[in-house]
């Protein structure tokens, strides 16, 4: 069973994509590209005044480009599809500390009496339901009601487990693409900036050296800007892989303790 409605998570993706554009375009319109632009003015001044340009490692001049303002626009996209999954896992991790089958110490659990504990869990909210834990539970109650054998009760909970460690891998598909778009983009920065300073080659030869300088500065500040943003996101996704395992491996550990040692063979 999966938690996840597709469309609803399409829906959430699309949107936060589209929100994401909207911020960082405005903040490039408004705030990113009119102070570049101020800057490249006066050093055209300058340069047309004969006087000597200091070209300036303006914060507003290495994120000018179109190129990084795509990454910066994956980045917060991406940051907003890892902060709902860290949110989901996070409140399926806070589930660990409720009990949901309520066993006094040195009381055993029969085959009979899983029905019992089964419509427990069965009651719960429908999206606790669909949680890693109380899916787990069941199935290794539904399992020992069915075939009455505690082995076949391990083997049901490790494979609910992995099946749900795999679910969560393959849904940080999207954030592995985007992880690897981001230093492509800046490299297609660099490419264009090269391209853009051979074609003001000859200007260089007369001295005019601000175009090239400028075409170079995109080719560098692209890569440099995308290679730094790959860097942070790589970060916070083994951050959310780290949680994401240990949501599996504690529950697994939930189970033997709160269910596996309890059961017993008449």
Known sequence: ???????????????????????????YVTLVRPNAAEIINK?????ASGEVVEVKRSLYIVIKDFEQEACFVLALWVFAIMALK???????????????????????????????????????????????LPRTLLAGLQRFGSTKNIQDVATSIKETCELESDRLDSELSMVRYIIWAIPSIGFIGTVRGIGEALGQAHK?????????????????????????????????????QLLQERLVLNTQNYCDVNLIRHLKMR
């Open 86 to 132: 860290a949110k989901t896992i996070l409140r399926e991790g806070a589930l660990l500390t409720r009990t949901f089958i309520n066993i006094s110490p040195g009381t055993s659990l029969l085959p009979e009496d899983t029905k019992e504990y089964s419509r427990a869990l069965q009651s719960l909210d429908k999206h606790e339901q669909e949680y890693l």
């Open 43 to 47: 050093q055209n001044i300058q340069q």
């Open 1 to 27: 069973m999966n938690k996840h409605n597709p469309l609803s998570d399409f829906l959430y993706q699309f949107f936060a994509l589209l929100l994401s554009l909207i911020i960082v375009h405005t903040l």
């Open 204 to 240: 260089a030869v007369e001295g005019d050296i601000l175009g090239v300088t400028l075409s170079l500065g995109v080719a560098f500040n692209s890569t440099f800007v995308a290679l730094i943003i790959s860097i942070f996101i790589m970060f916070l996704m083994h951050q959310l």
